[in-house]
């Protein structure tokens, strides 16, 4: 795996277990998945997901934290893991990333001298936010190009504590926009100079990151999620918030044209905010034109998203398979079961292949 970032905090580094867990903690559901190295590579052990009651987590904060360790309790006594250490991560308000242009006259300083200056930048104190960088490149005059990655304490701590009460070790906590990243590059080799676009569309957010040569050269995390396709369905139809989802995914049997004519609304304000995004990061950037676009998150599964997107932004889009560099044994998993999580995998998978560098 190419250049992936480092995890926010490093309790634990390999391990002893040969298996690797990403756990994703959305705002609609949990994601769980094990991964085990053999000789050719990465395996799928098991994947299992559990909805979370309505607003446990709103704004990505957990606000009913009981809620959350019991639907976490109830996947794990579905899902029989071989290990208790996990990956887990963090998106929205509460993470900072800031790209800082430094002069450093002695390496060995670095990380003083990136967490001194971290101040100016942080729009919290810096005794509220616990805080990481990556060095992403170094000039020959002492300068360097840092990542500050930043994360509000009483967050942290509120996903840690689900996570411990439900009997897991949270070892590594990453971002969300590193794990797509990772899912990303492990299954979609660039060429150098080459850069994608990888956008997750979860349930309440959009989480877009810009890859170039192993750098998450640019992100955004936007307010826009499939529960905004939710709520205009349960509007138009006077439906339950249950029954829109039922309707939407499928569940409810053929998806009736009102709903499909809200997807493909909702599709093009998808591909609106992908195309803004990418204009604004173009227009403050000298980067590399993008090569192509890959969708991830339950949202990516709207029927036409790609299509939209494509016509949006001009790009070649498509959705992203992380099972492309993960096998799996067909006789446990169908290919049909694996294309259907596949979408929903991409930020586990990532968490699970940071869990397990080093393996
Ligand atoms: N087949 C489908 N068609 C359309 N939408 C779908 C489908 N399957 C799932 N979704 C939607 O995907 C969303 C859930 O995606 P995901 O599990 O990635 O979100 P999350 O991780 O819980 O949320 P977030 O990342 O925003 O915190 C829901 O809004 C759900 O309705
Ligand atoms: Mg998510």
Redesign the pocket.
């Known amino acids: 795996m190419g250049g992936a970032l480092s995890g926010i905090f490093k309790g634990w580094g390999g391990g002893g277990a040969k298996s690797a867990i990403g756990l ?1 903690i ?4 949990i ?1 769980l998945i094990e991964l085990k190295k053999g000789k050719s590579g990465w395996k799928l052990l098991h994947f299992g ?1 559990v909805a ?1 009651p309505q607003d446990c ?1 709103v704004n ?1 904060e957990i606000v009913n934290p009981v809620a959350v360790t019991e639907s976490l309790k109830t996947l794990l006594s579905q899902v029989k893991l071989q290990s208790r250490q996990v990956c887990i991560s963090l ?1 929205g308000n509460s993470v900072i990333l800031k790209r800082m242009q430094l002069e450093v006259p002695n390496m060995k300083e670095l990380q003083d001298q990136v967490f001194w200056e971290a101040e100016q930048y942080l729009p919290f104190d810096v005794s509220e936010v616990v805080m990481d960088y990556q060095l992403l490149s170094k000039g020959k005059d002492g300068n360097a190009d840092v990542l500050l990655i930043a994360v509000k304490r009483t967050i942290l701590d509120s996903y840690m504590a689900c996570v411990e009460d439900a009997g897991l070790e949270p070892g590594v906590v990453d971002l ?1 926009f590193f794990a797509l990243q990772n899912a990303f590059e492990a299954n979609y080799p660039l060429q150098a100079g080459e850069s994608a676009v990888v956008v ?8 877009l990151v810009v890859v170039k040569d192993g750098v998450p050269v640019f992100t955004k995390d936007s307010a826009l ?3 905004n ?2 709520a205009e369905i349960q509007k138009h139809l006077r439906v339950s918030f249950a029954d829109a ?1 039922a309707l ?3 569940a409810g049997g053929a998806v009736p044209q009102e709903v499909s004519d809200l ?1 493909n609304v909702m599709s093009e304000n998808l591909g609106r905010e992908i195309k803004r995004t990418l204009d604004f990061y173009m227009a403050s950037s000298s980067g590399a034109p993008i090569t192509y676009v890959i969708l ?8 036409g998203l790609s299509r939209a997107v494509e016509d949006a932004v001009q790009l070649p889009t498509q959705v992203m398979n992380p099972f492309n560099a993960v096998s799996y044994d067909p006789a446990i998993f169908t290919q049909e079961y694996v294309n259907s999580i596949g ?2 995998a991409a ?1 586990p998978v990532g968490l699970a292949l940071r869990a397990g560098m080093g393996k």
């Open positions: 994703s959305g705002s609609s559901s994601k997901m979370l987590i990505r998106s969300d997750d569309i979860g349930a309440t957010a959009m989480k999620g499939g529960q396709l939710t989802e939407k995914t499928g997807m991830a998150g339950g949202a990516a599964k709207i029927p979408p929903i930020v």
